[in-house]
C-alpha cells in the first residue's frame, strides 16, 4: 500500500532476555517480514527520555511492549491510544514517560507524533533471564501482528482520503 | 500533611530511579520511625543463563541485560575477556575504548543531573511531585536550556552508536582489542562533539552553582546530619592516584581519610565479601579485611561506598585542569577531605562530568585515535578472567571462570548499586529517622527520604540482576502490627 509520503514507525520495546520482556521485540522481527518496506520496524529496550530520539520526527507511532497485570489476563492484548492512556494505571517499566515525553516535546517546540498507539501484552514473567517467553504469551504475537497492520491500514486509508 | 501514628510506610517503587525498588518504613507506637529499609526485586537466573556459552558471547550478554548502563557492562566484560585470555590491547584499542566509555559517562552523568536527580535540587525538594521532574526543570532553566539538554543527549548517543554498535547492546569490543576504529574523515565532527561536550560539561557547573551553591537552604540541607555517613570509600585511580572511569587499581581509603588498601582487579575477593540480610534480595557487600558489623559507620564497620562521591574521595584529584579546578572548589567548600555528605553526590557528579568531557577533547586529539593498530590475537588458553571499571553509579566487577575452549563454567558480578547497598539502607533509614516524627507524614518528607538515595543514582535493573528500565512507585504505611494503613502511588520516569 502506498505510505504517501508519512513516516510510519512501528516499535517494539523490551528486552529478549528476560523471557516475556522480549515479546515486543519479537513482534516486530515478525512484522518486519509482512508490513510494507516504507514502514519503520524498530526493536529497541529503552525507556523514558530515551524514547525522545525514536518518536522526535514521526508521524503515527505503534509501540508494542509487555505490560504486567493479574495473572488471568496473561496473553491479552490492550490497544490504547495515548490520550486514553493514564500512567498510573498502566504497570510497564517502559511506558513510563509517554506523556511527559510528549509534554517535553510540546514545550520545547519538538516534532511529535500525531497519532501514537500503544499496544500491551500482558506478561507473566519478565522478572527471569532467558530466552524463551511463556506459551501464552508467544502466541499473542499473532494477534498483534494483525493489530498493527489494521491500524496502519487505517492510517493509511485516512490519509488517501486526505491526499487523494 | 496527613497524621498518621503507628505506621508503616512502603515506598514502592522508588521514582526516578533505574529499575524497580521499593522502600518500607516501619513506625512505632508514637509514630517515629522503628526501621526503614531499601528492597528490590530479584531478576533470576543469570548465572545460569551464562553457564555453558562462550565467554566471547558475555560482552553482549551482559549488556543485553541491563538497559541503563549497558556500555558499563560490556566494557567491565571486554576488560575481563582481555585478562582471560592474557592478552594486552593495542594502545589504540585502549584509547577507543576510553573515548566511547567517557563519552558514556557524560551522557548518564547527564541523565542523572537533569532527569533523575537533579529535580530535587534545581525545582526544589518540598516542589509539587508533579512539578519535580525534567519539566519543572525545563520550566526552572528555560526552552533553549532544554533543547540544549535534549539535543546533548542525543549526539553523545549517537556518537556511541558510529563507534560501538546500538548503544543499548554495544558491540564495540573484543578480546584483545575493538572492532572499528575511527575514520579520520569523521574526526572533526567529533572533535567539534567533544568540544561542545566540554562547554556542556561547564555549563552544568554553572546552572548548579547559580542554583544550589547560592541556596543556604539547600547547602545546609546537602551539609545535614540526616544525609550524613562516615564509611569507607572505593574507587578505580589511575597510576598517580587521580580519578579513572577505565583502568586502574581499586583503592579504598578509611572514613579518616587515609589509604586503607589498593589492589587489581584479580584481587578484589581478598577485599570485598557479601552479607545476607532476610529482608533484601540484594548481597550488601562489605570490606573483607574489617568485617561486617551491621548496618553501622565508622572505621570498625566494613560497609563501604562507590559512585562519584567515592571516586572523588578516594582519588588525590583529577587528571584533567578544569576537573581539578572544581574538585579542589568541591573539598575548600565542603571542609576538606573526605567528604562525607551523601548529597554532595550531585555536585561530584558534575566533577566528574567536567573530566569524562576533558578527557574526551584529549582522546579525540591523540593520534593513535585514527589508527588501524585495532586487535592483538588472543593465544593464551583460557581459564580464569576479571575486569573492573567504573561505572557511573560505582565500581563493576565482571569474573569469569571458563574451560579450556572458552566456555563460561561461573560468573560472579558484583555490580555498583552493591557496592553501595550497605550505605544505601543506612541512608534511607537515617533520612527516615531523622525526618518523619510524630507520624507527622508529608509527601516533601517523604521526597526527602528518597532524596537519601537517589543521590547515589542506585540502579537496581542489575543490582539483584532486576528487570531493565523503571516502574511507578508506591508508598506504603505500616503500623507497629505490620497493617498497610497508607499507600501513595507515583510514577516513575528515566
Redesign the interface.
Known sequence: MPNHGQSILVLGLG????KD?GVGIAAVQKLRDVLDISIDCVQ??????GL??YLAGRDKVIIIDAIVLVPEKVGQVFEWHLDELS??TV????Y??LF?IR??AR????PFPKELKVLGIVVKD?????EKMSPEVEGAIDKVVEMVKKIISIWQKETEIAFP | MTKVTKKKIAIDPVTRLEGHGKIDIFLDEKGGVEHAYFRIPELRGFEVFSIGRPAEDMPQITSRICGVCPTAHHMASIKALDDLYKIEPSVPAKKIRELVYNTFMLEDHALHVYILGGPDFIVGPNAPPEMRNFLGVIQKVGKDVGKKIISMRRRLREFITHIGGKVIHPVLGLPGGVAKGIALEDLPRFQELARDGLDFALFTLRVFKDIILKNKDYMDLITSDVYTHKTYYMGLVDENNKVNFYDGQVRVIDPYGSEFAKFTVQKYLDYIAEHVEPWSYIKFCYLKPVGWNGFTEGAESGIYSVAPLARLNTANGMATPEAQKTYEEFYSTLGGKPVHYTLANHWARIVEMIYAAERMNELIHDVDITSQDLRVIPKETPTVGMGVVEAPRGTLFHHYETDENGIIRKTNLIVATQNNSGRIAMSVEKAAKGLIHNGEISEGLLNMVEMAFRAYDPCNACATHCLVGSMPFRIAIYDHKRNVVREITRVGEN
Open positions: 528486552n529478549d532476555l528476560l520482556d529497541a529496550s529503552t525507556s523514558g527520555l525522545m530520539d500512567t498510573g504497570f510497564s517499566p517502559h513510563v514517560g511527559e509534554e517535553i514545550l520545547l517546540t519538538l519478565p522478572f527471569a533471564i532467558g
